[in-house]
């Protein structure tokens, strides 16, 4: 990592945000405290003359989000789903960035199809559109088969999107090393793991042969999920930095006008978007990360239609279970059990007073349970919540980390179809019934399965397995068997024995 650089990228970036107007609407937006306010005003004005102009029509966040780069758009992105913590003008502001950004220019991206799929676009498509929406990292276009006439959607990844991102990135790893060098007690939130997260993330976005494989594991997973849709893959017509998919029919999700203007129930398309997720999530462990307004369509008979799979989130089926009883004891206001099931996962030190992490978690769910999304302030939950993981020095979680994002997002469209919306009525029946299937009785038989299964696959090996562990541990039988334990044997008979118990539980003695 180049120091220099990374200084003048840090410096650049207050800067823009000076220069645009940008930093107070930003202080403004997170409540800053007074002291953080003056602060970074006093110390980005002198350098203000160093930022970026940006694109003088735009509003000051929008444009210096686009100065600053696909990095910085990204966070915008994210911030347009918030309007309950940024408010709904600036929301709407910063929608423009989902889809709305500057293109670039066509015969950039027809050079870019034909080097990807080694044919000229004109032998490819027997149409291909300028550029129906431009976003941070590519653009897409309009463009009908020459073979068949299909209408499909060619993806193009922008000219040196690549080399931006890193440049970006290299930036943040030198704000979080610093981050954690000036304040230790920002360590537990692990700034470095975060942004190594996230350059892992974007690294996959950058290549659009993974985003193809994503699209077709999504659309296999969710085939039956009714008023679900994914847009179908074009195998043949895809590559690294281009990708084909088939043409997907209505209104964007942030068009409300539109939607209501079809009569279609906004009510309704908020909680199935919030429980696709979480069915997804839950019982899949395979989720859209990346689900904001503008990678979502409503197609003409209601259906909900989901674009652009370059983040996908991925949770083993241990921390699913986790999720689901954490969400379940809220849910039923058992903030004991939401506690217990934190200190079993190690969300929460050991050493910690699980009655005290029970009644905080208390004042943070008892406030806002059974309210309607516009009764619910956004910004002084995320406040509250922030505190209690520093009380109890919670570290952040690098495997949950697109999770916890994308629930906030999603919980974000859902707010904007429907400001009325009871997020925890919405997710009752999809985490209820995640909870009957897979904790109880029958998820243990299914594991005691699972692990049969696994250790006949090593049924084989089992006879050298034990002949290594008697050998290793026959230096000292003596002294084993006077302690009443011999090792090797011992393993054996506790596997011999666990594997007769799951064969008669599966049914097979």
Do not use: C
């Not at 959607?153 to 090393?177: C, M, N, Q, S, T």
């Not at 029946?429 to 399965?449: F, H, K, Q, T, W």
């Amino acid at each position: 990592m180049k120091g220099p650089h990374n200084i003048w990228r840090l410096i650049r970036t207050g800067a823009t945000l000076e220069r645009t107007g940008a930093m107070p609407i930003v202080l403004d937006a997170f409540h800053a405290p007074p002291l953080l306010r003056m602060t970074a005003r006093t110390l980005a004005w002198p350098f203000q003359w160093l930022g970026y102009r940006g694109d003088l029509s735009r509003p000051p966040l929008t444009r210096a989000l686009t100065a600053l780069g696909p990095a910085y758009i990204k966070f915008g992105q994210l911030m347009s789903t918030r309007p309950d913590v940024v408010g709904d003008e600036l929301a709407r502001e910063l929608q423009v960035l989902q889809d709305k950004l500057p293109p670039f220019p066509i015969e950039d991206a027809k050079r870019t199809v034909a080097e990807e799929l080694g044919q000229p676009v004109e032998v490819l498509f027997s149409e291909f559109s300028e550029s129906v929406a431009a976003a941070s990292i590519a653009q897409v276009h309009h463009a009908r088969l020459a073979e068949d006439g299909r209408e499909v959607a060619v993806k193009v990844l922008r000219p040196g999107i690549e080399r931006a991102f890193r440049k970006d990135v290299d930036a943040f790893y030198f704000a979080a090393d610093a981050i954690e060098f000036l304040s230790p007690a920002s360590r537990r939130l692990r700034p470095h793991d975060v942004i190594e997260h996230f350059e892992g993330v974007v690294t996959g976005e950058l290549d659009l042969r993974m985003e193809t494989a994503a699209a077709a594991e999504f659309a296999a997973n969710t085939e039956g999920d009714a008023g679900f849709q994914v847009p179908k893959v074009e195998w043949a017509l895809s590559g690294r930095r281009a990708m084909t998919l088939g043409w997907a029919e209505g209104l964007a999700a942030s068009d409300l006008d539109g939607i209501d203007a079809v009569s279609h129930d906004r009510r309704a398309l908020g909680e199935r978007v919030l429980q696709l997720f979480l069915s997804h999530a839950l019982r899949d462990g395979y989720f859209h990360a990346d689900m904001h307004q503008g990678n979502l369509k409503i197609a003409p008979n209601g259906d909900i239609i989901a674009l652009d799979f370059g983040i996908m989130g991925r949770i083993d089926e241990y921390t699913r279970r986790v999720y689901a009883e954490i969400l379940f004891g809220f849910i039923r206001k058992d903030y004991r059990r939401v506690a217990e099931v934190h200190f079993e996962a190690g969300y929460v030190p050991a050493d910690r007073d699980i009655d005290d992490f029970a009644r905080a978690l208390r004042s943070v769910g008892e406030p806002i349970f059974g309210l309607d999304a516009s009764r619910v302030s956004m910004a002084r939950l995320l406040s509250h919540l922030f505190e209690v993981t520093e009380r109890f020095g919670m570290e952040t979680r690098t495997e949950l980390i697109l999770l916890q994002r994308t629930m906030v997002v999603v919980e974000g469209v859902a707010r904007s179809l429907d400001r009325h919306i009871n997020i925890w009525q919405v997710a009752r029946p999809i985490v209820e019934s995640y909870i009957a299937e897979n904790i109880g009785p029958r998820a243990l038989l299914r594991d005691l399965a699972k692990t049969a299964r696994v250790i006949a696959r090593f049924g084989p090996k089992l006879p050298q397995i034990a002949d290594a562990a008697l050998t290793r541990h026959s230096v000292a039988p003596v002294k084993a068997a006077r302690k009443g334990v011999w090792p090797g044997i011992g393993w054996m008979g506790a596997g011999a024995a666990l594997t007769l118990v799951v064969m008669w539980s599966g049914g097979w003695l």
